[in-house]
């Protein structure tokens, strides 16, 4: 046979061997695990802080590391960085594309970063000497949209495209340290392991893919979706992602066990999930979704224990503090509120 | 030429399939375990699980204080 037919006889052999893999480690379900556990009680957190300023839609934000200070972007080409116990704004940065997608607070608090359909990370100090802030370095390689960035410190960052791949860079040089291809769809999210050592992507090719930074290369890849991933996260300890999707659902995989545990989907919801976080013991999840609401599923039961209704339009983005204090929304309502 | 791609992105498929298909797995049972042991632990230290008391919310405003 040709090499073309038996490359793709080996790739089915393996898929199968995975498939077999996986079942032979599945003694038992998350959800007979968990049989035991009481569902956690109802949760109910109320709008402590609305963030009013933005013009247009808010497609992004940010938490600092170890800070109540935030980023977010909108469309209407400003990212603006909150003190969000006072509402204050601490610097509103005007953007050269209004198009901005994504923004990142850097672990440090020195920079932020920002992209979108420029196809450029633009990175952004804010301690710079005279008090203004201005561009530091424009990352430009990608041939697609950039959808999502994360810093791994002041030197790196990592961003994902709609041109299917990641990529790590260098800060200081504006240069590519490693592309990270595989992905046969636009990648719309990424998140960086507590260890710095992982980071996961998920795209819409329905799956999400676990890279290994310094070695270059995917370890395990997670597919079930049916639709595009717009949003990922990992669980605090490292081990296990949470994806959202179009599907409509949320899904939680080990990255040990390498399967999918529970999937997080209510015959009620029918529109996809924008964003989501977890609470800083992983036992909540907090996801957004089209309809204009966040719901919050216990992580473990997979059942859901509360709603944030509040925006007026798409939730577009959410995080949880760095203590674990508050979550923060982001939605096209163009407002931004803090709720605990 | 676009067959040389496609067999070059096959291969590529499948060096990748074989990384990903000799990894190390754990039960399913131990990763239950491990998930619920550490949503357990860090339980009582998470806000939005326990709640927050209002005195120590930095969030809540804070009536101001009339000294009479």
Same mark, same amino acid.
């Given at each position: ?13 393996? *898929? ?7 079942? $032979? ?12 556990? +009481? ?6 957190? *109320? ?10 839609? !808010? ?19 400003? &990212?603006? $960085? ?10 509103? =940065? ?63 960052? =990592? ?31 990424? +998140? ?20 290994? !930074? ?17 949003? !990922? ?8 992602? =949470? ?11 080990? &990255? ?12 009620? !919801?029918?529109?996809? $999930? ?11 999840? &907090? +996801? ?29 983005? =959410? ?16 407002? &931004? *509120?803090?709720?605990? | 030429?676009?067959? @040389?791609? @496609? ?37 009582? @230290? ?23």
């Amino acid at each position: 046979m040709g090499e073309m037919e038996a490359l793709r006889k080996e790739a089915d052999n393996l *898929k199968d061997q995975i498939t077999e893999a996986r079942k $032979v480690v599945q003694d038992t379900t998350l959800q007979e695990a968990v049989a035991g556990t +009481a569902l956690v009680g109802r949760v109910q957190l *109320k709008t402590r802080k609305t963030l009013r300023g933005h013009l247009a839609k !808010i497609y992004a934000m940010h938490w600092g590391t170890d800070t109540k200070f935030c980023v977010s972007a909108s469309q209407d080409g400003k &990212l603006i $960085v909150w003190d969000t116990l006072t509402t204050n704004k601490v610097n509103a =940065i005007p953007l050269k594309s209004s198009w901005v997608m994504t923004c990142a607070y850097a672990p440090s608090g020195n920079m932020v970063a920002c992209g979108g359909l420029d196809n450029m990370c633009s990175i952004y100090n804010l301690k710079g000497k005279d008090g203004n802030v201005k561009v530091m370095r424009e990352l430009a390689a990608h041939t697609g949209y950039l959808s999502c960035c994360r810093f791994l410190s002041d030197s790196e960052i =990592i961003t994902s495209s709609g041109d299917c791949t990641c990529v790590l860079w260098d800060i200081e040089t504006g240069t590519e340290k490693t592309i990270f291809a595989g992905h046969l769809g636009d990648c719309m999210s990424l +998140a960086v392991s507590p260890d710095f050592k992982m980071f996961i992507s998920g795209a819409c090719d329905f799956t999400a893919k676990l890279w290994d !930074i310094r070695e270059a290369t995917c370890r395990q890849t997670f597919s079930g979706h049916e639709s595009d991933i717009n949003a !990922i996260g990992f669980f605090p300890n490292g081990n296990a992602v =949470i994806t959202g999707s179009d599907d409509a659902t949320c899904k939680l995989y080990d &990255l040990r066990a390498d399967q999918e545990l529970v999937t997080y989907q209510d015959s009620g !919801i029918m529109c996809g $999930v924008t964003s989501l976080a977890p609470s800083l013991s992983g036992r909540l999840l &907090l +996801a957004g979704y089209d309809d204009f609401n966040v719901n919050i599923w216990d992580m473990l039961k997979a059942e859901r224990v509360g709603v944030l209704a509040g925006h007026d339009n798409r939730v577009s983005c =959410i995080g949880v503090s760095s203590d674990g204090m508050a979550c923060c929304t982001g939605s096209w309502d163009s407002f &931004l *509120k803090i709720w605990n | 030429m676009s067959t @040389n791609n @496609n067999i070059a992105q096959a291969r590529k498929l499948v060096e990748q399939l074989r990384i990903e298909a000799g990894i190390e797995r754990i039960k399913v049972s131990k990763a239950a375990a491990d998930l619920m042991s550490y949503c357990e632990q860090h339980a009582r @230290n998470d806000p939005l699980l326990v709640g927050v008391p209002t005195s120590e919310n930095p969030f809540k405003d804070k009536k101001p204080c009339i000294i009479l």
